[in-house]
């Protein structure tokens, strides 16, 4: 027996559901890419996605997911050898890391663990030790989507600026940009990424970076840069040269659209949607926590963010509540990653969420825990329910 009949729930971090606006939005023959509605789509993308990163800076869009676009910011300023610093808090900025290390940097990370937020004071101390300033970049995530940490980044780059330091900081916003306050140029943040699958609820695909002048002017001297990320290449006269070749003309499509029901929405007010539905889901976690089995991952309640709550379950399979959740009842977990494999489960609250979504989610994990036995503290949802009602006013 199930209860799974009808369209399957995507509860995972990426990629996430797309509203149908958006599908349908794809639903048209190509365009001529040499015509001037081309231009004008590629240009308003541009500009819109320039405002979402709060900069005055240029915006690229490569055909490519989270991965390509970190390669493009490395490319971009770097050169051999370069020493980079990684700001830890999960997975993400780690992967970067990685990513800087194969490309030919000199990587050292700064330690942080998968219980917290990246600690600003730790960044200031060790800038302020590094008097040759041998540090060119550093790279952060804004939030991390394995362990669930939202990291300060307005304090880091003050940070950043009170050891008078002049690396760049490059900062991934891919589980973050549309769902929460980001702000590029008052944060002192020199290159940003994002990409198309999370809170852009854009299908997977493209991948966005944003460039401050500080970051051109590295740009000019950067050994590591190859043509088809290359942002010069990008600057060229021709249209055709903003994408290195034929345009995406489909996920642009697709990113028009979706960027369009955020302007519909206001910007705010998607931020503050994000906070109630993550608040709704850390008010269940709260309580299911209570049978002592699940837990949250992220210590601090500050540093827990508003796109995705990593569970961590302790003497219990947590691949069981998954399976349970997906076989049973149509609903699709994240899976623990990384450090926290076998030992988490994650739920999405980013992009195109609503409160039935979200409160459908939290009621198929009970009913899950329930039917597993697993002990729980019960009436999570509820709580959720009770939180929705009180603070979001009639
Ligand atoms: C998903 C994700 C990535 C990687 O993106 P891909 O499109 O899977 O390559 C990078 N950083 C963060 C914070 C993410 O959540």
């Known amino acids: 027996m199930t209860v799974r009949a009808g369209r399957e729930f995507l509860a ?11 599908l349908q939005a794809m639903h048209r023959p190509a365009l001529d890419i040499y015509s001037s509605e081309m231009v004008e789509l590629t240009e308003s993308l541009l500009r819109d996605l320039s405002n979402l990163f709060a900069t005055a800076g240029k915006s690229y869009i490569y055909i490519s997911n989270g991965h390509g676009a970190w390669e493009a910011t490395l490319s971009n300023v770097l050169s051999r050898g370069d020493k980079v610093l990684v700001l830890e808090s999960g997975r993400f900025a780690i992967g970067w890391g990685m990513a800087a290390a194969a490309m030919g940097a000199e990587v050292e990370v700064l330690k942080g663990d998968w219980r917290r937020a990246i600690r600003p004071a730790e960044v200031e101390e060790r800038l302020k030790r590094d008097k040759e300033h041998k540090i060119k970049a550093i790279l952060a995530v804004q939030i991390d989507t394995a362990s669930g940490a939202v990291n300060d980044i307005e304090a880091i780059g003050r940070a950043i600026k009170a050891a008078g330091h002049p690396a760049l900081f ?58 088809y990320w290359d942002w010069t290449e990008r600057e060229g006269s021709e249209h055709y040269r903003k994408y290195a070749g034929t345009a995406p003309v489909h996920l642009l499509f697709a990113l028009r659209e979706a960027i369009n029901m955020l302007h519909a929405e206001g910007l705010q007010n998607a931020f503050e949607r994000h906070r109630l539905l993550g608040e709704a889901v850390r008010r269940a976690v709260a309580v299911w926590a209570e049978g002592q089995v699940l837990g949250f991952n992220i210590a601090e309640p500050n540093e827990r963010s508003n796109t995705v709550t990593t569970v961590t379950v302790k003497g219990a399979d947590p691949a069981a509540i998954q399976r349970y959740a997906k076989e049973k009842c149509g609903v699709v ?41 697993i002990p729980h503290g019960k009436a999570g949802a509820d709580a959720a329910i009770q939180w929705l009602g009180e603070n979001v006013k009639a």
Request: charged share 15%; glycine share 12%.
């Open 170 to 227: 490059m900062v991934d916003t891919v589980a973050s940009l549309g769902c929460m306050p980001f702000e590029m140029d008052k944060w002192y943040v020199d290159v940003a990424m994002s990409g198309s699958q999370k809170g852009l609820m854009t299908p997977p695909g493209l991948g966005f970076v944003a460039a401050s002048d500080r970051a051109w002017d590295a740009h000019k001297k950067a050994d590591l840069r190859t043509p």
């Open 12 to 22: 995972i971090p990426g990629p996430t559901t797309m509203p149908d606006q958006v």
């Open 333 to 373: 977990l994240g899976t623990g990653i990384g450090d926290l494999q076998g030992q988490a489960f994650r739920i999405a609250h980013m992009g195109h969420v609503n409160a039935p979504m979200i409160l459908g989610t939290l009621g198929v994990v009970e009913v899950a825990l329930t039917a597993l036995g």
